[in-house]
């Protein structure tokens, strides 16, 4: 495998795998408490990161706060059956379709690494 020398180079390489396995988004993020914090890269549809940011969604956005314990990967479905969601949590999450979160750790901040079918 050829080195990626760019960010751009790492984040097409993920996207790609990511892609293979079957997800069509995906997103690097550090998440500060229960809210995002610096957004690396991302591959979603035109707009939604901006619709996420300006309609504050990461204030009722269960996967977040279960972002934050997880230390294995886990689908979004298992959020829905584990967690008890607000009407509001309910209808974004219906939204948000079949998805997995794949946390990571790295140096002294989280990153959270999340992709969506």
């Not at 500060?32 to 901006?50: N, T």
Request: hydrophobic share 35%; with cysteine; glycine share 6%.
């Amino acid at each position: 495998m050829p080195s990626q020398r760019t960010t751009k180079d790492l984040a097409r390489l993920y996207a790609d795998a990511v892609g293979q396995e079957g997800y069509e988004n995906c997103i690097l993020t550090s998440l500060r408490g229960r809210k995002l914090g610096h957004i690396a890269w991302f591959e979603f549809p035109a707009g939604y990161v901006d619709a996420y940011v300006q309609n504050r969604w990461d204030r009722i956005d269960p996967v977040l706060a279960c972002s934050l314990r997880a230390a294995r990967p886990f689908f979004w479905s298992d959020v829905v059956e584990r967690v008890k969601l607000s009407d509001d949590q309910t209808e974004f999450m219906a939204e948000c379709a079949t998805s997995r979160s794949t946390p990571a750790s790295c140096s002294r901040s989280t990153v959270r690494i999340s992709g969506s079918r």
